[in-house]
């Protein structure tokens, strides 16, 4: 219990627009030259090149969420945006190849995916837990059906599934980075290293 509070205090705040704007500066010195080769080898000339990261660099700008892998997102951006440009120039070929296209709801698809690894991790959690959390999860039951089905109280059944819930989401946070906007819903993933491997 005292870790998860600790772990509630330490979570980032709003950022301030000021303190924003700092972080896409310095997210943005760091990752340009990478970015600039990246396009380069995707596009014609250097001007459609500069035209394309000035096209990322505002897309960046605009996002009013911090990511929670900067590098990953930065990439997917420009993705994006040289697809946009060859999309826009020739709208009948097809994109250049090696240039994965971009996906047309990423949010839907990250929690399609990440849905499919909560089976397996839940199968993992202590057994005082996993039934709890099958039956919640999986199954739809109220806690009041666990706590019958269990044979425990009411707040025996609301105490597992909650502990439970902690516990799945410390797994998932392990293997994955989530990003999620500011009502809390996914919007996107990137594994951890090579992820757990078990999902």
Known sequence: MVEHRA???????????????????SLWRAYRG?????????????ATAEDLLQEVFLRMHRNPDEPANPRAW??????????????????TEALPEGLPAPEAD???????????????MIERLPERYREAVYLSEVEGRTQREIAEHEGISLSGAKSRVQRGRARLREMLTACCAIEQDRAGRIHDYEPRGRGCGRC
């Open 7 to 25: 772990k509630r205090q330490s979570a980032p705040g709003p950022v301030s627009a000021p303190d924003r704007s700092r972080q896409t500066e």
């Open 34 to 46: 990478q970015l600039l080769a990246f396009v380069r080898r995707h596009v014609d000339d250097d």
């Open 74 to 91: 930065l990439y997917r951006v420009t993705r994006n945006a040289i697809a946009d440009h060859y999309r826009a120039r020739r709208p």
């Open 106 to 120: 990423r949010s839907e698809r990250a929690v399609r995916e990440l849905a499919e690894c909560l089976q397996p």
